[in-house]
């Protein structure tokens, strides 16, 4: 397992949490997830936790996940995902976006990047029960209206 972070602070924690449990097979790496720190071809799985909609340049992130897996990699992420026009008012909002609100990229632009970056069989399935995590990250500003969580997925051709 391989762990990426552009933190000296939480790689430092990621190794000190391993170290605690006795996690010998793990390692964790300083980069960006717009340049992973990996060889082409040598992950079997890339997942990430609410990380993608706080990157500028998604389509990138996309291609190097696509470029660090193997053949029939799979792609799978659970992140935030717009389905709905995000008011100006979130979409400029500073908090909102370290929120993981407004970084939220719409489901069709998430499939055409995947897609585009060399992923197959693409999918973002919105879980509708986020809702209400929504509401409590953002109370009353109608975010949870045009915002959701979201499982994304895809395979690297074999």
Not at 24 to 37: A, K, Y
Request: aromatic share 4%; net charge negative.
């Amino acid at each position: 397992v391989i762990g990426v972070d552009m933190t000296p602070e939480m790689i430092a924690l990621a190794r000190r949490n391993a170290a605690k449990v006795g996690f010998d097979q793990v390692e964790f790496r300083l980069g960006d997830i717009e340049q992973l720190p990996v060889d082409d071809a040598s992950i079997d799985v890339v997942m990430s936790n609410c990380v993608i909609n706080l990157a500028p340049d998604k389509a990138a992130v996309f291609r190097e996940a696509c470029r660090v897996l193997a053949p029939g990699g799979r792609l799978a992420i659970s992140d935030m995902v717009a389905i709905g026009d995000l008011p100006a008012a979130i979409a400029e909002d500073p908090t909102a976006y370290t929120g993981c609100i407004a970084g939220a990229a719409p489901v069709g632009e998430l499939e055409r990047m995947i897609a585009e970056a060399g992923f197959e069989h693409v999918t973002v399935t919105v879980k509708a029960h986020s809702h209400d995590l929504v509401e409590e990250w953002s109370p009353g500003s109608g975010a949870a209206n045009v915002v959701a969580s979201a499982l994304i997925e895809g395979t690297k051709p074999a």
